[in-house]
């Protein structure tokens, strides 16, 4: 079965070397009628082959993708399993062709495709509530790039050892389901389960830089396999405005964030309830494969009980956006679909923290950390003496300390009063602590200026917010203006800094603060001992 498979892509390499030493030859006209000329000529051949090709990759398809279906399923789904499948008479036509990258070690090349097929494929369905389904999967209809990395090269024929197949992007799939002998619409929710770990299956295993290693001739091949090149550090903060999903109270939001989908590694915050702006504070790590294409997903959702979740929201980070070692804050606005954004309706927005670590040089990746930089409290702990990062040392680290804020002044608050002023004061305290420090009221002013410094001693850093909320003064009491929610990681890996914060819940208005940190770190196990 490989060989025929491992024959017929090194037909498509001869062709795609042909059509390259034409445009080195060639002007564009002429080129393009080598194009058509070699694709037509590749299509009639494949037309020819398909059958021997359908039955090796039918095969492939089976064995490599029913395990992956384990890892995808819902929970609405106990087990899917191929109980038939062929991909029919009609074979994909290429559009295209083209070769990226060519050395002694590989060749990289990409074709372009389009399927409208007849395949017979049957899943057996088994739900966690015992019934047993046969669903068909009719109607296929496939456009898209095919990357294939034909590595290494050697002196045999097909001339490369193995190749690794993969989806340049996200690509258009259509296709519908049926019952065989019964209704999709029997068991509610069950199409949506089952299109939807289809199309994660798809997406995440067979999309660049995903990839599967088909051996051809035998051998090892595990270095062409993607693997982890750093570690994303992630503190879910809390929601804000999002949008009510119930009738009677207030939703009852909670998060779940992935890389890649994974049941496995998907990670599910807490439900807080009745709360549409929901503090979390929760801690994640996630492994990193390629920072130059995956995401960070974050998707809220209304917790319904015993029925579906609700999606109130969703949102992505490219890790392409974040430097190793530094920390970066964002609010992300939650949209109805991250691929199609036609509803311009606000959902609310979430706060994150991310922190990206590169494993080391090893990896390919530079050391943000190496000796002539300066090095944060932080970094000094986790810092190892081969000049490595022990990112699985941040887990063992209390960073014990004090926390100094100085609260400057505070820009555009909006109007509390008849005579369009206010008499505004700061309170601040930490989320795990019960000390609270309250500056001076400044009176009649938006524009306030206090200029005044409290110090907190912080237990454990990492996994504490400062909270800082803004209040008016008043003769019979006080009236609530707007608050900052902020981590304290930033202020651990700079030492000190100065930054402008936008006050939540209000109209209007900006804090401007100043914090300095002086460490005091220890470990979990020193701290049992003492």
Known sequence: MAFLLGAFLGLVLGVAVVMAFARLENTRAEQRRELLVQLKWLNQELVKIWPFVNEAASELIKTS???IFEQYKSFILSSLHFSKLTLGTVAPQFTGVSILDS????ITMELELQWDGNPNIVLDIQTTLGISLPVQVKNIG??????????????????FG???????EKSKVDFTLKVIGGEMTAIPGISDAIEGTIRDTIEDQLTWPNRIVVPIVPGDYSDLELKPVGLLEVKLVEARDLTNKDLVGKSDPFAVLYI????????????INNDLNPIWNEHYEFVVEDTSTQRLTVKIYDDEGLQASELIGCARVDLSDLQPGKVKEVWLDLVKDLEIQRDKKRRGQVHL???YYPFGKQEGV?????DQIQLTSLEKVLKTESNGFDVNQRKNVIMRGVLSVTVISAEDLPPMDVMGKADPFVVLYLKKGETKKKTRVVTETLNPIWNQTFDFVVEDALHDLLMVEVWDHDTFGKDYIGRCILTLTRVILEGEFQD?????GAKSGKLNLHFKWTPQPIYRDRDRDQ
């Open 103 to 106: 050395d002694s070690s590989g």
């Open 353 to 355: 923290e991310l922190l």
């Open 260 to 271: 890649r989908p994974l049941q496995d590694k998907m990670k599910k915050s807490k439900t």
């Open 366 to 370: 530079s050391n943000p950390f190496a």
């Open 65 to 67: 993708v029913e395990p």
């Open 142 to 159: 496939f456009t898209g790039v095919l990357r294939l990395v034909f590595k290494p090269l050697v002196a045999e024929l097909p001339c």
């Open 162 to 168: 193995a190749v690794c197949c993969s989806l340049r």
């Open 500 to 504: 402008e914060f936008v006050l939540q």
